[in-house]
T-cell receptor, first 117, second 111 residues
């Protein structure tokens, strides 16, 4: 079963407008949720995580995400998009599998965000 | 800048060859995991090492193997390379529960 779904392959938004990148998850228990950003030919850069506590998580570069347990969602948001935000965004959930005492990350397929001037 | 360093950054190998990718993480990061990111896909978990022992493995064949050393460095070895092994290989280290720091990756091309 898919652990993380990013329903949009692409999101396009004008600079200065708010942006939302969607993520839903499927995992039992309390989820550990993450957002990463990837620029071309680069590794993954951490944006924010939800472990416990407030449902609204604030992260790097003005991004935030809202954990919604009833909708099993963890959408990434930013009030005012910048052209430099254009990149590939990955949602991930940490899940502990049988045979392992530690967890692993399950990633969505990624959403390409394009912010046009 | 990330505290995880991977080498080499790019690599071209021929089908059937063997390759070793390296990762160096920060002191105290006693867990390291490796991920494969094929073009247009999200990263897929290969395996994880904790205190130099494998602790969890994804759906990858045995020709993918790894090592973790006491100095917090790690290796990913792939034998009998196939064309489908062409991907970005990412190393991640974590010092505490819930934190993952990724390196910039090694781009492997198998021809």
């Amino acid at each position: 079963a898919q652990s993380v779904a990013q329903p949009e392959d692409q999101v396009n938004v004008a600079e200065g407008n708010p942006l939302t990148v969607k993520c839903t998850y499927s995992v039992s228990g309390n989820p550990y949720l993450f957002w990463y950003v990837q620029y071309p030919n680069r590794g993954l850069q951490f944006l924010l995580k939800y472990i416990t506590g407030d449902n609204l998580v604030k992260g790097s570069y003005g991004f935030e995400a809202e954990f919604n347990k009833s909708q099993t969602s963890f959408h990434l948001k930013k009030p005012s998009a910048l052209v430099s935000d254009s990149a590939l965004y990955f949602c991930a959930v940490r899940r502990r599998d049988r045979g392992s005492t530690l967890g692993r990350l399950y990633f969505g397929r990624g959403t390409q965000l394009t912010v046009w001037p | 800048e990330t505290g995880v360093t991977q080498s080499p950054t790019h690599l071209i190998k021929t089908r059937g060859q063997q390759v070793t990718l390296r990762c160096s993480s920060q002191s105290g990061h006693n867990t390291v995991s490796w991920y494969q990111q094929a073009l247009g896909q999200g990263p897929q978990f290969i395996f994880q090492y904790y205190r130099e022992e494998e602790n969890g493995r994804g759906n990858f064949p045995p020709r993918f193997s790894g090592l973790q050393f006491p100095n917090y460095s790690s290796e990913l070895n792939v034998n009998a390379l196939e064309l489908d092994d062409s991907a970005l290989y990412l190393c991640a280290s974590t010092p505490t529960l819930g934190g993952y720091t990724f390196g910039s990756g090694t781009r492997l091309t198998v021809v």
